[in-house]
Structure formats: structure tokens, C-alpha cells
């Protein structure tokens, strides 16, 4: 009785906390306004596929003047497809416009040898569901990324974690769909008629982490023998009351990457989450000859915990590869992934190259049939949100996309924490300042801005501040909060500004003009 009273006390607080969580971004207006990506990458005649993220009333119209030949755009949907034909850099205008108005942005499609030249914003089911995935769960959250405008902000990927795989069959002797999936290509093209794309999950080993099978075989023919004995559910996951799971966690003799992503290829899957550890070169470069080999592009994540000494093998055969081991809901584990190593990973970052800090653990999450509110106060949200945002790390939704609140679709849906992630530069943030109770992040932006988030990573409200010419900035600057989408002073360059922190909170400003080109003269010192 007195556990059942801890949980429903926990819970009461937790919802307390949400309902008294300050909503910091300001509601998108009902003019038209282009959000997400500034650049987008492809293949030359690989499928091509982009829903131009727009706010704004409906009904609205899309334009887009100087598309490669090949690409073709919907002006209902605000769809991209087709497939170019020419390697090139593509400047091209968009347009969104409705009753009210309408809105212009330049957007550079860049076909080429590199994909995913922004990090992929989406949703992964691992966090929310765990190995009780299934199709209908997936499409409640692709629903919900459309019905509560993520899409409008450039979230497109919806990704199947571990958990639909059933056995080996079809035209290539490939994995095969489990029951709780039974139109794996019917899903896709649901997706794709939306704008967004679908994901999936493998790994080289025998059995996946969470016991089906993965892309390679003990046998020639594909067979796995705790399949054939009959130690397997009702979806072909290892009965566990029978045989350990870490037991089919080797690498088979036979490889069936190719098969698999033929398959993939042929439903239509648009990222691959790759799983096993330690990651290493020989499997990281067979799956990544298999899907070049599809004509397909195909995101190819890399998971778990890469390691530094792999870095230059990972940056030439993977768009994505987490950096750490399975995130949690709680301050720690916020904590020791976000700030307790991503700098390491800063030389290896470029467009096309994105080290992964693990999933977004917001809203409603829990590895399994029933799910939570994050364990995260608001501040540390806050704080979760920014450190991704200004890291440049992929952006994947874990939580149930059915049930998201308003707060955390304040967190998920503001268009300028977004433009800091998808900045075409590419830049990591990294740590210019700090101690156990601080720590100071600034990344260098296209235009010349410079984001600059500051953590409290203590008990107690704190000041925190910079003097820009400390950061190497040579002229006056403007500050602008990010989160509220407003400018909030200015500061000469030799003068401090500074602010006050919430404990394990942040304040996340822009600095314009930034670095500037000006020709100084005189004494600068």
C-alpha cells in the first residue's frame, strides 16, 4: 500500500510540475512562415523525397523556382519528389502562401556523394514502446507528428526500432515482417504520400539486443537454430525463460546485408538504425556496400557507444553513430551523455557526419507497454532540448507522440532552437567555459551569429555570463533570446553581460552580428 501511495504521490507531482511549466516559445503565426532545413542533400536519380515544413493557417500553396530537372513539387502538399538527374548545388526559392500572406526562403539542394546534410529530425520507437511496437503504434505517432504540426517544423522521420522482425523469406531470403507488422510496404508508402519516411532497425549479430534475429546467419541458408527448435514467442523473439538473449549476440559465419537491404530498398525505408557493440570497421562497411548497392538513399545510424579511435572509418561510411549508450529520463543520465564527453566527437562533425547523443526522453516515455512523464523538471528539459540543439546531434523524438502535451510541444516545435540544430554550417557546439557548476557552449552559425547556451549545472540559481570579445567577437553585439524568440539587449564587446540561471536550467542567446568581416584599424587590442 505504501509503494502504490509513493507512485500515485510521484505521479501527482510530476503532473503538478507539468502544468505550472513555463512555456517559453511563442505560438507560430497564422502568416505563412518556412521552417526546418535550409539544405537538403540526395544522390543523383535516387528517390527524392521533401515536404517543405510550413506554418501557418490552411489551405496553403507552395512554390519552388529553380528545382534540379528531374524534381517536381506539389503545390497543395508542399512535397518535393522524383529524382534528379545532375550532380550539383541547386539555389532554390520557396514559397508558402495563404489568405493572410505569404513567405519566402532560399533552401540549397545540394546531389552529390553526401546525404543528410542537416542532422535527421524524427521519432524512434525504443523509448516509447520498446519490443512492443507494431505497426498501429507507428502510425498513431506518424498521425500525430502531422496532426500536431511537427512536420510544419521539419520533423519527417517516423523510425521502427527493435521488434518487428519476424524470419528469413521473401524474394531475397531477407528478414521478414513479425505479425504486429503486416504491411511493412503499405506503411512506407502511407508515409511517403504524407512527406515523411520511414526507419528501421538491424544489427549485425545473429540476435538483435532485444532477441530477434539480426543481419547475419550461423547458416548459408539463413536458418537460425533457436528458431527452428522452437525457443522463440509468438513474434520470434528469444523466449528468455529458455535461453539468455546475450547468447545469439555473435556475429554469424554468412552475412545477409545485401538481402536485407534489398528488401529495405524494395519497401521503401529511408534510415537504417544499425546496432551492436563494439562497433567495428569489417560489419560497419559491409551494411554500408549493401545499401550504396540498393541505389537507395538510405540514412545509415550507427549504434551504440562509439568509440573516438573509430571516428574516421564511422565519418566515411555513416551519416549518424551514437556516442553513447542508452539515455534515461533522470538528471544523471542527461547529464554524463550531454556534458560528460560530446566535445570529443567536434573534429569529426560536418554535413553528412552527425555523432548522436541518444534520443529525445520529453513527454510520455517508457521502454514498454506502459509509459511515464519524463522524470526531467522543466528546466532540465529545457536544458536537454538546448545541449542537442547546439551539439548538432540528431533530433529523435522517444516519447508517445499521441499523448504530447502542450509543453512539450513547445519544447519540440520552436523554429529557432530548430534553426540552431540545422544550421547548413554544420558546426558542433562546444564547451568554452565552466566547472562542476557550469558550463558555457557556443557554436558558430552560417551568417556569422554565434549561438551561445548557458547551463547551471547546480543545486542553486546562478549568474552566468560572457564578454563577447572573449569569444572572439570584434564588434558590439545584439542578444537575442532563442527560446522566446525575442531580442533582450546588447552588450559592447569588451563589456559582461550576464544572466540568472535556474538550478540545472539554461538561457540560450544569439549574438549578432557575430564574427563580422569589418576591416579594423587602428589599436583592437
Known amino acids: 500500500m505504501k509503494k502504490v501511495f509513493i507512485v500515485l504521490l510521484c505521479t501527482f507531482l510530476c503532473a503538478l510540475s507539468f502544468a505550472q511549466a513555463p512555456i517559453l516559445t511563442p505560438a507560430a503565426p497564422d502568416t505563412p512562415r518556412i521552417n526546418g532545413p535550409k539544405i537538403y542533400g540526395a544522390r543523383p536519380k535516387a528517390d527524392f523525397l521533401f515536404r517543405i515544413p510550413a506554418t501557418g493557417v490552411r489551405p496553403m500553396r507552395f512554390e519552388a523556382k529553380g528545382l534540379p530537372r528531374g524534381l517536381k513539387l506539389d ?37 552529390g556523394d553526401k546525404i543528410a546534410l542537416t542532422p ?12 512492443s511496437v507494431s505497426q498501429e503504434k507507428v502510425m498513431s505517432s506518424a498521425r500525430a507528428m502531422l496532426d500536431k504540426g511537427l512536420a510544419d517544423y521539419g520533423w519527417s522521420y517516423i523510425n ?17 515482417p513479425n505479425k504486429k ?34 543481419s547475419s546467419s550461423p547458416t548459408p541458408d539463413g536458418h537460425y537454430p533457436w528458431v527452428e527448435e522452437g525457443i522463440v514467442d509468438s513474434v520470434y523473439k528469444v523466449d528468455r525463460s529458455r535461453m539468455k538473449r546475450d547468447s545469439v549476440w555473435f556475429f554469424g559465419d554468412y552475412s545477409f546485408a545485401r538481402a536485407d537491404a534489398l528488401q529495405w530498398a524494395d519497401w521503401g525505408v529511408d534510415y537504417l538504425k544499425y546496432d551492436w557493440n563494439n562497433n567495428d570497421p569489417w560489419w560497419l562497411k559491409d551494411m554500408r556496400a549493401a545499401l550504396l548497392a540498393t541505389g537507395r538513399d538510405i540514412v545509415y545510424s550507427i549504434s551504440n557507444s562509439s568509440k573516438v579511435v573509430l571516428g574516421p572509418v564511422l565519418r566515411d561510411n555513416a551519416e549518424c553513430w551514437r556516442t553513447t549508450g542508452d539515455i534515461r529520463d533522470n538528471w544523471e543520465s542527461i547529464y554524463k551523455i550531454g556534458f560528460g564527453g560530446q566535445d570529443r566527437w ?46 548538432a546531434s540528431p533530433l529523435l523524438i522517444g516519447c508517445d507522440m499521441a499523448e504530447l502535451d502542450d509543453f512539450t510541444l513547445s519544447l519540440l516545435c520552436n523554429s529557432e532552437v530548430i534553426d540552431v540544430n540545422q544550421d547548413p554550417l554544420g558546426a558542433q557546439g562546444v564547451r568554452q567555459y565552466g566547472d562542476e557548476t557550469y558550463a558555457t557552449y557556443v557554436k558558430p552559425l552560417e551568417d556569422g551569429s554565434l549561438a551561445v547556451a548557458m547551463f547551471n549545472l547546480s543545486d542553486k540559481p546562478k549568474k552566468i555570463g560572457f564578454i563577447p570579445h572573449a569569444l572572439g567577437l570584434i564588434a558590439d553585439q545584439k542578444i537575442h533570446d532563442i527560446w522566446r524568440q525575442q531580442d533582450i539587449g546588447s552588450v559592447a564587446r569588451k563589456e559582461r553581460w550576464e544572466t ?26
Open 75 to 111: 503545390p497543395d502538399t508542399g512535397i518535393i519528389s522524383g529524382r534528379a538527374r545532375k550532380k550539383g548545388t541547386y539555389n532554390v526559392t520557396l514559397r508558402a502562401t495563404n489568405s493572410l500572406g505569404s513567405y519566402e526562403r532560399e533552401f540549397r539542394i545540394v546531389i
Open 160 to 176: 521502427i526500432d527493435d521488434g518487428w522482425q519476424g524470419v528469413r523469406g521473401g524474394k531475397y531470403n531477407a528478414i521478414q
Open 346 to 391: 567536434a573534429g569529426f562533425k560536418a554535413p553528412g557526419n552527425w555523432p548522436d547523443a541518444d534520443m529525445l526522453v520529453v513527454g510520455k516515455v517508457g521502454w514498454g507497454p506502459k509509459t511515464h512523464w519524463t522524470g526531467l523538471t522543466p528546466d532540465e528539459q529545457y536544458t536537454h532540448i538546448t545541449l542537442w540543439s547546439i551539439l
Open 500 to 525: 540568472e540561471v535556474a538550478p540545472h536550467g539554461v538561457v540560450f542567446v544569439r549574438l549578432s552580428p557575430g564574427l563580422t568581416e569589418t576591416k579594423l584599424r587602428g589599436f583592437w587590442r
Open 120 to 131: 535527421p529530425m524524427g521519432w524512434n520507437s525504443w523509448n516509447c514502446w520498446g519490443n
Open 181 to 214: 507488422f503486416p504491411d511493412m510496404k503499405g506503411l512506407a508508402d502511407w508515409l511517403h504520400s504524407k512527406g515523411l519516411k520511414l526507419g528501421i532497425y538491424s544489427g549485425p549479430w545473429c540476435g538483435t539486443y532485444a532477441g530477434h534475429i539480426g
